[in-house]
């Protein structure tokens, strides 16, 4: 009498009397990508261990040789001798089966009382955690960048435009502050989102829990989170942490492309106000004169890939009923390449911050134009002359036109064509239209006046570095 056939992968269990389609190999195999979780997936196999042999579930011998299987596996996978296979699926299987061959049937125990569903929800929240924070050092080192230039470049007057157009003089060094307010929320965000996903669903099983006397709050302990995850239903089918955390990046690679789209046309000839070394720069392989500023073009571009990341998994999880699906296997490759992406951007945007080198006479130069203090000139209005502000903003509006008609600035505007406009402007408006002494009297809580911008950098350092 013979027994049942053995399976082409006979951890696919009893069910099945044949292997699959080699169709269905590739298209359910994810090991190509989750091997990434080998560290995370050992680490929850680890906790999962010793609390079976604390609850005596498992012998004190069998978790003892699963503990030393299981390092010796993370050695040999860091060590560049583990062979992965797609014929095991995952980085689960790929674990369990090489843990099989080195302790024999004891390694079936590990997998009592949970569930690869449960298993890679864990995995994954273990490798975002993990990712989360170094996100998070390298966003806290661009901010360290920027604050440092601002510092620097505090008392740099340049144009500050809206829609593009030349609207008041600022400083760089306040220009720059404002994308450190942006990352700080950028880590705001990821740490919000780290805060919400620290909840551990090992012990949810497939989706409805196990009967074992498991002791889910030591796992969890034990692997650094806060807390077992509340229903068992929503921790394996639960994915929001990994669409918020996408969201957070997103929204950061939006604040990197907008600073790489200032720094390209910074260094465009035609405004030249910035220059970027060869280190971040390339040639053009026909027009010699050519330093085209890729890195910048790159992390611009490089958003659509956080963007679509983002899209990706909110487009898998919209129509998925409880609790797990096979389409969540897709929930890993836009986390995983938006990681990639986001820290080779935060990478390159620290490297070209440090590397600028700002052009202060044509910054300067470039506030001469577009009558950037008329607004300096309407406030003097009403402040000097007492004049309501709409009839200082019309009479403003008159000046300039006069301006615009001589070819000149408004500080090279004679005293006598202001007074034709407004009889009571005297000699004394001319210091606040000078580009400098306009920056100067913008003195108001998270204004742009230098000295304000030197006291928030150190405020900023404090805040954000400290």
């Not at 004394?428 to 000295?451: C, I, K, M, Q």
Request: charged letters at 25%; proline letters at 4%; aromatic letters at 6%.
């Amino acid at each position: 009498m013979t027994g049942p056939s053995k399976p082409a992968n006979s951890l696919r269990g009893g069910r099945f009397a044949g292997g699959p389609a080699e169709i269905m190999r590739r298209i359910n195999a994810s090991i190509d990508f989750d091997k990434r979780l080998y560290a995370e997936d050992i680490a929850g196999s680890k906790a999962h261990c010793t609390m079976l042999v604390a609850q005596n579930i498992l012998s004190p011998e069998d978790g003892a040789a699963i503990t030393a299987g299981l390092e010796q596996i993370r050695s040999e996978i860091e060590g560049g001798n583990f062979e992965f296979s797609s014929e095991h699926e995952d980085i689960h299987m790929n674990i369990e089966a090489r843990l099989a061959e080195l302790i024999g049937p004891a390694a079936g125990r590990l997998h009592t009382a949970r569930s690869r569903n449960d298993q890679v929800a864990t995995d994954l929240r273990l490798w975002l955690r993990g990712a989360i924070d170094r996100l998070d050092l390298a966003i806290h080192d661009l901010q360290g960048s920027l604050i440092d230039r601002a510092e620097a470049e505090a008392g740099t007057v340049m144009p500050g435009y809206t829609h593009l157009q030349l609207a008041q003089p600022v400083t760089l060094g306040h220009h720059l502050l404002a994308y450190v307010e942006m990352l700080g929320r950028d880590r705001g965000r990821l740490a919000d989102c780290r805060r919400r996903l620290n909840e551990c669903p090992l012990g949810a099983a497939a989706l409805a829990g196990t009967s074992f006397p498991i002791d889910r709050e030591a796992t969890a302990a034990a692997l650094g989170f806060d807390r077992p995850a509340a229903n068992s239903l929503d921790a394996v089918s639960d994915r929001d942490f990994a669409i918020e955390f996408l969201a957070a990046v997103a929204v950061a690679g939006i604040h990197l492309s907008r600073f790489a789209e200032e720094i390209v046309t910074w260094c465009s000839s035609e405004f030249g106000f910035i220059e970027l070394s060869d280190a971040f720069t390339t040639g053009s392989s026909i027009m010699p004169q050519k330093r085209n500023p890729d890195a910048a073009e790159l992390v611009r571009a490089k958003t659509g890939r956080l963007n679509g990341s983002l899209v990706a998994l909110l487009t898998v999880m919209k129509g998925l009923p409880l609790t797990y699906g096979k389409d969540m296997q897709e929930d890993k490759l836009p986390v995983f390449e938006a990681v990639d992406a986001l820290e080779l951007c935060l990478a390159a945007t620290a490297g070209m911050v440090r590397d600028m080198q700002p052009c202060r006479e044509r910054l300067r130069a470039a506030t001469e134009h577009g009558f950037a203090t008329a607004t300096d000139l309407a406030d003097w209005l009403v402040r000097a002359a007492g004049l309501p502000f709409r009839r200082a903003h019309y009479a403003t509006g008159q000046i300039v036109r006069r301006a615009e008609a001589l070819g000149c600035t408004l500080a090279e505007l004679p005293l006598a064509e202001l007074q034709a406009v407004e009889p009571a402007i005297t000699d004394a408006v001319y210091d606040l239209l000078d580009p400098a002494h306009a920056v100067e009297s913008r003195t108001s809580f998270g204004g742009t006046a230098p000295n304000l911008v030197r006291a928030a950098a150190r405020q900023a350092r404090k805040r954000f570095l400290e």
